[in-house]
Structures are given as structure tokens and as C-alpha cells.
């Protein structure tokens, strides 16, 4: 697998599993970080986490098809992928809906479960 692309927010750990945790899940980053994310899928991510748990937002309008964007290409690739949920409530509620009203929901864990 090639190395992932520089990003402060991206880290791979053994085994092939890669971390991913934008500071924020907004309309002003997510492009970049859905594209680092399929950057990653494509080069052979043996695993991809998408960590939120620190973000205090998450667009609703952007983000959430983004992350859904994702899941279908590492579900393609048969990659493992997961996204940690916000511990804000606020920033929750849009993966939280997502979930209830997909017919294909992407795996949302809470840290402890990662």
C-alpha cells in the first residue's frame, strides 16, 4: 500500500488500518477530506476509521453524503469502514438521522466501541 497523503489529520497504524480525523466536518473542509478518504480506498487501506469524536459539527447538506460517498467505495473495495460519532449531541444529530432514514447506513460507532 502507498502512504497515505500528508495530512495532519490522517495517521496509519499496523496493519493497514488508517485514521482519519478532520478537525472539522463542515462544509469548508469536507471536500478535501472525502477526497483524502477515497485517496486512501484506492491506494489498498486495508481499513479506514473516520474518528468525529472531536468535531463539534457536522454538515448535514455535505458532510453526510460525503461519509455515505465513501462507505459505497470501501464496501466496492470490501475496506472496513467505521466513523466514530461526535460526543456533541448537536454535531451527532445529522449521522444520527442519516442512520434512522438510509437504506444503506454507513457503521457509526461510539470511541469506546473503535
Not at 2 to 7: E, G, T
Not at 53 to 58: D, H, L, N
Not at 86 to 107: G, T, W
Amino acid at each position: 500500500m502507498s502512504s497515505p497523503p500528508r495530512s495532519p489529520s490522517c495517521t496509519q497504524s499496523g496493519g493497514g488500518a488508517v485514521v482519519l480525523r478532520p478537525p472539522e466536518f463542515d462544509c469548508a473542509r469536507v471536500t478535501q477530506a472525502r477526497e483524502e478518504m477515497l485517496i486512501l480506498l484506492n491506494r489498498g487501506a486495508a481499513s479506514l476509521l473516520v474518528d468525529l469524536g472531536a468535531c463539534s459539527t457536522v454538515c448535514a447538506c455535505c458532510g453526510v453524503p460525503a461519509l455515505v460517498r465513501v462507505f459505497r467505495r470501501a464496501r466496492a473495495l470490501g475496506t472496513a469502514f467505521h466513523v466514530i460519532a461526535p460526543r456533541s449531541a448537536q454535531a451527532r444529530r445529522p449521522l444520527e438521522d442519516a442512520q434512522r432514514v438510509s437504506r444503506e447506513p454507513f457503521p457509526l460507532v461510539t470511541a469506546s466501541e473503535a
